[in-house]
């Protein structure tokens, strides 16, 4: 996607060789009109997969889930990282470590909007080791529904999420693949 590839280029800022800072569109204040272009992008990929359903995880993949929801006509629900008063109910949760806080959360969904014979589609803003892939895949498992693939915006194709998802058979559409951060400067694969 050169809109996203170019804003990378233009506005992310390199951190150090692992992180990418996407304050400026994604993170932070958020570009409208890219992630229109991101939710039409996952629509367009995912048009065939049948899906009833998409998961992300609170608070950066709201965005793009949010665009893509609209796109495919389809319910978005977000796994929320803090207890709250009004999920009373038994939850599924997971445990996920923070790539960027490097702290262990606990997240929860209620099995209220998901059930069997839901076919699920995971969006999250980035891929850096799959701790937040594997624990919302876990918790669709959970709710005996079906994970029928993964939307990334960002994927850091230099950290462990990509290759042990595509070890698991998962289906992941990555619409920024990067290849290195080294020397602050960022470099893509194809995507
Ligand atoms: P993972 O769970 O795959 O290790 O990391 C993914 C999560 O960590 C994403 O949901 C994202 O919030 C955060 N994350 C991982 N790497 C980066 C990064 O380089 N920059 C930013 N801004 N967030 C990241």
Redesign the pocket.
């Known amino acids: 996607m050169d809109a996203l590839h170019n804003k990378i280029r233009s506005e992310g800022i390199v ?1 150090s060789d ?6 400026a569109f ?2 932070h204040q958020i570009d409208p009109a890219l992630m229109k272009a991101i939710g039409e992008e996952f629509a367009r990929r995912f048009a065939d997969a049948g899906i009833t359903k998409i998961v992300t ?1 609170e608070a ?2 709201i965005a793009p889930a949010v665009m893509t929801g609209l796109y495919l006509g389809v319910p978005v629900i977000f796994a929320r990282k803090h207890a709250s008063l009004t999920l009373t109910e038994n939850l599924l949760t997971a445990s ?5 806080k490097q702290t262990e959360n606990t997240v929860a969904v209620s099995p209220r909007h998901l059930s069997k014979g839901d076919r699920v589609l995971i969006i ?12 919302l895949i876990s918790i669709i498992q959970q709710a005996e529904a079906e994970v029928a693939g993964l939307g990334i915006v ?1 994927e ?1 194709s230099f ?1 462990t ?1 990509r290759a042990q998802l595509d070890e698991q058979g998962y289906r992941v559409e990555s619409l920024a693949r990067v290849a290195s ?1 080294e020397g602050g400067t960022v470099s893509f694969l194809p995507s």
């Open positions: 951190l692992q992180v990418l800072k996407v304050d994604l993170n995880i950066s993949g996920v470590y923070s790539f960027t999250d803003d980035f891929l850096a080791n799959g701790r937040a892939a594997q624990a960002i850091k950290q999420g951060l």
